[in-house]
């Protein structure tokens, strides 16, 4: 008898290792026979798995460099810098009877948005349905080793994936972040039922679907490096010169910033206002081949911020004024916010559910300076969803 416990024990895990395999198989599609074959197997999709790399690491430009998509237990990566796949996706990501699987959506929703013109439907997020159950660690190496018994490799995280060709290991790195979605989903999607929370669910992935990429171009950089808001003046100014000159270089050389030039490096050269190339050059995390190829446009911009007036400085920029027209909030919004907090943490802790996720601290503020009256304003608060209003509504309107 246990000869046969044994036996069997074995097959399964057998079977299991090869089902394993099976799902690790894919098909990388990069010309049009390729997108032929994927289009055939897509052709009548119910369910699909959808991820996406990006180059923001490494180039200066975060554009989008590879789909993976899983569906039937085959994986197609995508190459959509050698292909357009909109054609094939577009039609069925934009479909609301398609359910498409992923995880942490948020940042890719935006980059299928801005580089493929697809909005999508139908969406489920994995990492969304996991907070709504209570669950701590929401990465998915950690959902999947809990759920699955799956440990997966976090190697290739920051990886360039604009190289080309692509390795084979990455290929492979790849592949995984879809092949298991569908059995993921599928638990999450039981535990939100049981749960009764499979509604909040939905309606914060229908939220999600309506994010757009919206460019940051007006923002000054400034406002981007920590310590400058410690700076005076005519230090804010240099900075801001440097991050520019930076800027130039990163976009010319196809280099995410900091990969060209440290902040803390364009801190201290705001600081010290180097004179000479030599000067540049012992800065701090300064590589010296830039220093001395490009850095007479860094002190050019540098000596010009020192010529100007103090009247002619910009400096760090001037927060917005709050309603008492100063840097905070009156005691009273205070007090009531710190009601509004206690309101929702005791109820995230009888769910179970982190706070933020219950609801953020950006939307209790937005109560505490602009307290409703009644439950229809209060319904009307940007960020509220519905299932948090209904939740929550009459225990915040009580501390309002």
Not at 5 to 33: G, K, P, Q
Request: aromatic share 4%.
């Amino acid at each position: 008898m246990d000869e046969i416990r044994v036996l069997i024990t074995t097959l399964t895990s057998f079977h299991r290792c090869l089902e394993m395999l099976r799902r690790m198989d894919s098909l990388y599609v990069d010309d049009a026979r390729g997108l032929a074959t994927l289009a055939s197997a897509l052709d009548g999709a119910e369910r699909v798995a959808l991820d996406c790399e990006a180059a923001g690491y490494h180039r200066y430009s975060d554009r989008l460099c590879l789909l993976q998509l899983t569906l039937d237990g085959q994986t197609f990566l995508v190459d959509p810098l050698a292909i357009d796949p909109e054609p094939v996706l577009g039609d069925l990501l934009r479909d609301p009877q398609v359910e498409v699987l992923m995880h942490g959506a948020d940042y890719d929703v935006r980059l299928l948005d801005r580089d493929l013109g697809i909005r999508l439907q139908g969406l489920f997020d994995t990492q969304i349905a996991a907070g709504l159950v209570g669950e701590e660690s929401l990465g998915l190496s950690a959902l999947l080793e809990r759920h699955l018994g799956l440990k997966l490799s976090k190697k290739y995280q920051k990886a360039d994936w604009a190289q080309r060709p692509l390795p084979e290991p990455m290929r492979a790195y790849a592949a995984h972040d879809t092949a298991h979605l569908d059995d993921l989903a599928e638990l999450l999607s039981e535990a939100l039922v049981k749960l009764g929370r499979l509604d909040w669910a939905q309606e914060e992935f229908q939220e999600l679907e309506k994010v757009r990429f919206e460019a940051n171009g007006d923002q000054d950089p400034v406002t981007r490096v920590k310590v400058a808001r410690g700076l005076d003046p005519r230090e804010v100014d240099r900075l801001r010169a440097g991050l520019e000159w930076r800027d130039a270089l990163a976009r010319e050389m196809d280099r995410a910033h900091f990969r060209v030039v440290g902040d803390a490096t364009l801190v201290e050269a705001a600081r010290l206002s180097p004179r000479s190339i030599e000067e540049v050059e012992t800065l701090p995390g300064m590589n010296r081949a830039l220093a001395r190829s490009r850095g007479d446009a860094l002190l050019d911009a540098l000596r010009e911020v020192d010529d100007r007036e103090d009247a002619a400085l910009r400096g760090y920029p001037r927060p917005p004024r709050t309603g008492n027209g100063q840097g905070r909030p009156p005691p009273e919004v205070e007090e009531r916010f710190a009601r509004l907090k206690e309101v929702r943490n005791t109820q995230a802790k009888s769910l179970g559910l982190a706070r933020g996720t219950l609801l953020p601290n950006s939307v209790l503020q937005l109560l505490a300076e602009s307290p409703p009256g009644n439950g229809e304003a209060l319904a009307k608060t940007p960020g509220l969803r519905r299932w948090q209003a209904g939740l929550l509504g009459n225990a915040l309107l009580e501390v309002i």
